[in-house]
């Protein structure tokens, strides 16, 4: 530990090097160290011209400094001293001043009052002087030191990790959350809302199931409207994404590529662990502005051993969630988020296969678009369809939703229901949002309808990451129902002030949000109310046989339309040459969406019992030959822009 501190006051930097000149200062130092190549220097420095990247992190990601000579280099340049975080902890009421998020977020750690003056830990020590002014504020004389970014994470979590725990748990205000659930008076309506209709079937059958139905007709109709509508939209672009407002013709080009961080959220993982780390060595992003983050749960240890023998690069770094009462992925998205150092945030999941140039497809659009779109969505597609019959139902499924529906909501003008995984974000945006809703265990589809309200845009983009099919019943039920479960959530919490969520959104958008939440949830639950209409059909009893004739041939027309829309919406979907072998299976739909009922059954009943239980889905058990054997998921986007940003080189 160092023991003799020193205040410094006024300058650029402690030595007086200017802001420009510091890079070209850092290479200096460290070729006269015999730390850097002379002529590795010019290529090093114009990089970070071109990138939002610290000279520091272009030297150490492309391997051509190692971090002690880095640490040694930066301390003789700014004429301070590393501090040795192991000798001693920091003082957790100078972390608690500054915030301990914060400390994650900019790398910097108020460590120790000696004499005069705090001493201030930085692993960025060209960003010191941007918070200058407000650590004199809030602690009088300071000091700079140097510390590896790994220690001053480790050293904040060992002292503060409920704290963070905490935070990650309520970022989001309680007006948007659906942790007032827990509260039990939702619940309460809930159970009151079954009894209920359970009294009207047993004392008056016939006029509850009229009741029922009905409204079961109307979400029926509303949904195969609104499906029917979004493919016939994405039909009439002959599958092409959505129209942009402005023209696509000349873009500026991308003057500094910029920093992109992804957070893969891994629980229970460790046989998947070791392909996910093949997967992500094949993205093609500059690794200086790579930062990949695995979010693992402190008490995951199986996950954390096998991270640790098989060894990360230096851009991907394990970041271990504190225990908390909540376990759940938007939770340790959350923590996550403070760690970030990229302006643009990801998400995949622990068994995506991302295309290797999914990243520069991202940054494009971003560039391209303008702050209102803070999210893009890209689409999904499983890697293993042909395993059984539920994986090749769920995968036209999936097709169907992200390559017919999605866009075709977004063509609509509507609010956009994002998936769980290949999403980006803006992070201001983001931020601005207070990140996830952690008790929600849709939190995608929350973070969608929040962006809405808010003003931002959600847009899809042409760019495929492959996925593990979901294809064991019961495992797949456990799945649907947490969907089901989030999406109940989801629309309580966006109707809990329904004049302010109209206001926020427009009459279009919440009407949408209706059809998409409400009327489809309200489908499932009701399937066995519409069901056993068929015994009309089939001339068997029925408390409500006394219909008129036209009633039942109405249902009859709307069964039919229903089976007719998915039948050429599935279809349409799988034209492409990758799902083609599925049209034949389209048909069976009629026997795969029923079993979304028995999840929605369960949802209910863990809606009451346990709101925010995550069911967790097991990955890795058809994981066909890590993708080796199958087709590349490439994007109409790849051919159009197979150069990348800029046309710039890609290196790895």
Same mark, same amino acid.
């Given at each position: 530990? !160092?023991t003799?501190?020193?205040?410094?006051?006024g300058?650029?930097?402690?030595?007086g090097?200017s802001?420009?000149?510091?890079?070209q200062r850092?290479?200096?130092?460290?070729?006269?160290?015999?730390?850097?190549?002379?002529?590795e220097?010019?290529p090093?420095?114009?990089l970070?011209?071109?990138?939002?990247?610290?000279l520091a992190?272009?030297?150490?990601?492309q391997?051509l400094?190692?971090?002690p000579?880095?640490l040694a280099?930066?301390?003789?340049l700014?004429?301070?001293e590393?501090i040795d975080p192991?000798?001693s902890p920091?003082?957790?009421?100078?972390?608690?001043?500054?915030g301990a998020?914060r400390?994650?977020r900019?790398?910097?750690?108020?460590?120790?009052?000696?004499?005069g003056?705090v001493?201030?830990a930085?692993?960025?020590?060209?960003?010191?002087?941007?918070?200058?002014?407000?650590?004199r504020?809030l602690?009088g004389?300071?000091?700079?030191?140097l510390?590896?970014?790994a220690?001053?994470?480790?050293?904040?979590?060992?002292l503060?990790?409920?704290?963070?725990?905490?935070?990650?748990?309520?970022r989001?205000?309680e007006a948007?959350?659906?942790r007032p659930?827990q509260?039990?008076?939702?619940?309460?309506?809930?159970v009151?809302?079954?009894?209920v209709i359970?009294?009207?079937?047993?004392?008056a059958?016939?006029?509850a199931l009229l009741?029922?139905g009905?409204?079961?007709?109307?979400?029926?109709?509303s949904?195969i409207?609104?499906?029917?509508?979004?493919?016939?939209?994405?039909?009439?672009?002959n599958?092409r994404?959505?129209p942009?407002d402005?023209?696509p013709?000349?873009?500026?080009?991308?003057?500094?590529?910029?920093?992109?961080?992804?957070? !893969?959220?891994?629980?229970h993982?460790?046989?998947?662990?070791?392909?996910?780390?093949r997967?992500l060595?094949?993205?093609?992003?500059p690794?200086?502005?790579?930062? !990949?983050?695995l979010?693992?749960?402190?008490e995951?240890r199986?996950?954390?051993?096998?991270?640790?023998?098989?060894g990360l690069?230096?851009?991907?770094?394990?970041?271990?969630?504190?225990a908390?009462?909540?376990?759940?992925k938007?939770?340790?998205l959350?923590?996550?988020?403070d760690l970030?150092?990229g302006s643009?945030?990801?998400?995949?999941?622990?068994?995506?296969a991302?295309d290797?140039?999914?990243?520069?497809?991202?940054v494009?659009?971003?560039?391209?678009?303008?702050a209102?779109v803070?999210?893009?969505?890209?689409?999904l597609d499983?890697f293993n369809?042909?395993?059984?019959?539920?994986?090749?139902c769920?995968?036209?499924e999936?097709?169907?939703w992200f390559?017919?529906v999605?866009p075709?909501i977004?063509?609509?003008?509507?609010?956009i229901?994002?998936?769980?995984?290949?999403?980006?974000f803006?992070?201001?945006?983001l931020?601005a949002?207070?990140g996830?809703d952690?008790?929600n265990v849709t939190?995608?589809?929350?973070?969608g309808?929040?962006?809405a309200?808010h003003?931002y845009?959600?847009?899809?983009?042409?760019t495929?990451?492959?996925?593990?099919?979901?294809?064991?019943?019961?495992p797949?039920i456990r799945q649907r129902?947490r969907w089901?479960?989030?999406?109940?959530?989801?629309?309580a919490?966006?109707?809990?002030?329904p004049?302010?969520t109209?206001r926020q959104?427009?009459?279009?958008?919440?009407?949408?949000?209706?059809?998409?939440?409400?009327?489809?949830?309200s489908? !499932?639950?009701l399937a066995p109310?519409?069901?056993s209409f068929?015994?009309?059909?089939?001339?068997?009893?029925?408390?409500?046989a006394?219909?008129?004739a036209w009633?039942?041939?109405?249902?009859?027309?709307?069964?039919?339309?229903?089976?007719?829309?998915?039948l050429?919406?599935?279809?349409?979907?799988?034209?492409?040459?990758?799902h083609?072998f599925?049209?034949?299976?389209?048909?069976?739909?009629?026997?795969?969406?029923?079993?979304?009922?028995?999840?929605a059954?369960?949802?209910?009943w863990?809606?009451?019992t346990?709101?925010f239980y995550?069911?967790?889905t097991?990955?890795?058990?058809?994981?066909?030959?890590?993708l080796?054997?199958q087709?590349?998921?490439?994007s109409a986007?790849?051919?159009r822009?197979s150069?990348?940003p800029?046309?710039?080189v890609r290196?790895t």
């Amino acid at each position: 530990m !160092v023991t003799k501190i020193r205040a410094i006051s006024g300058g650029a930097t402690q030595r007086g090097v200017s802001a420009r000149g510091e890079s070209q200062r850092l290479t200096d130092v460290l070729i006269e160290m015999g730390a850097l190549d002379p002529a590795e220097e010019p290529p090093a420095v114009a990089l970070a011209a071109r990138q939002e990247a610290r000279l520091a992190d272009i030297l150490f990601y492309q391997g051509l400094v190692g971090a002690p000579q880095l640490l040694a280099a930066q301390a003789r340049l700014f004429g301070t001293e590393a501090i040795d975080p192991h000798a001693s902890p920091p003082d957790p009421r100078l972390i608690d001043r500054f915030g301990a998020h914060r400390c994650l977020r900019e790398a910097l750690v108020p460590w120790a009052r000696i004499g005069g003056a705090v001493m201030i830990a930085t692993a960025r020590p060209e960003m010191f002087e941007r918070h200058r002014a407000e650590l004199r504020a809030l602690f009088g004389p300071v000091v700079m030191r140097l510390a590896p970014e790994a220690e001053l994470t480790r050293a904040v979590l060992a002292l503060r990790a409920p704290a963070l725990s905490h935070r990650a748990e309520g970022r989001v205000a309680e007006a948007e959350s659906c942790r007032p659930w827990q509260h039990g008076r939702a619940r309460a309506l809930v159970v009151g809302m079954m009894l209920v209709i359970a009294a009207g079937l047993i004392l008056a059958p016939a006029h509850a199931l009229l009741l029922l139905g009905a409204w079961a007709s109307l979400a029926m109709t509303s949904t195969i409207v609104m499906k029917a509508m979004a493919a016939l939209a994405m039909m009439r672009g002959n599958g092409r994404p959505p129209p942009r407002d402005e023209a696509p013709a000349e873009h500026p080009q991308i003057a500094r590529l910029p920093c992109v961080s992804i957070m !893969v959220p891994l629980y229970h993982e460790p046989d998947i662990a070791p392909r996910l780390i093949r997967r992500l060595g094949r993205l093609d992003y500059p690794r200086e502005l790579l930062d !990949v983050l695995l979010l693992v749960e402190a008490e995951d240890r199986r996950t954390l051993e096998t991270l640790r023998r098989h060894g990360l690069p230096p851009w991907m770094r394990v970041a271990i969630a504190p225990a908390g009462k909540l376990k759940t992925k938007p939770r340790a998205l959350n923590f996550g988020l403070d760690l970030c150092r990229g302006s643009i945030v990801g998400v995949w999941d622990a068994e995506d296969a991302p295309d290797p140039q999914q990243i520069h497809d991202v940054v494009r659009r971003f560039h391209e678009r303008g702050a209102e779109v803070a999210c893009l969505q890209g689409q999904l597609d499983y890697f293993n369809p042909r395993t059984n019959w539920l994986a090749r139902c769920f995968t036209i499924e999936y097709a169907t939703w992200f390559r017919v529906v999605l866009p075709g909501i977004e063509r609509l003008g509507l609010a956009i229901p994002l998936g769980g995984t290949t999403l980006f974000f803006r992070r201001a945006a983001l931020e601005a949002l207070d990140g996830w809703d952690a008790h929600n265990v849709t939190e995608d589809a929350d973070l969608g309808m929040r962006l809405a309200r808010h003003g931002y845009r959600a847009e899809m983009i042409e760019t495929v990451t492959g996925e593990e099919a979901n294809c064991r019943l019961l495992p797949w039920i456990r799945q649907r129902s947490r969907w089901l479960k989030g999406f109940m959530m989801t629309w309580a919490v966006h109707n809990r002030a329904p004049r302010e969520t109209l206001r926020q959104l427009g009459w279009k958008k919440f009407l949408g949000l209706q059809v998409l939440l409400l009327a489809t949830l309200s489908q !499932v639950v009701l399937a066995p109310v519409s069901w056993s209409f068929w015994l009309l059909a089939l001339g068997l009893a029925h408390p409500l046989a006394g219909l008129p004739a036209w009633a039942g041939q109405s249902l009859i027309v709307l069964f039919l339309s229903s089976e007719a829309v998915n039948l050429v919406v599935g279809v349409y979907a799988c034209r492409g040459r990758r799902h083609r072998f599925l049209i034949p299976w389209v048909p069976t739909l009629t026997l795969y969406f029923p079993l979304a009922t028995l999840a929605a059954y369960k949802a209910l009943w863990e809606l009451v019992t346990r709101p925010f239980y995550w069911d967790k889905t097991a990955h890795g058990l058809f994981d066909i030959g890590d993708l080796e054997s199958q087709p590349p998921l490439r994007s109409a986007e790849r051919r159009r822009h197979s150069n990348g940003p800029n046309g710039a080189v890609r290196r790895t």
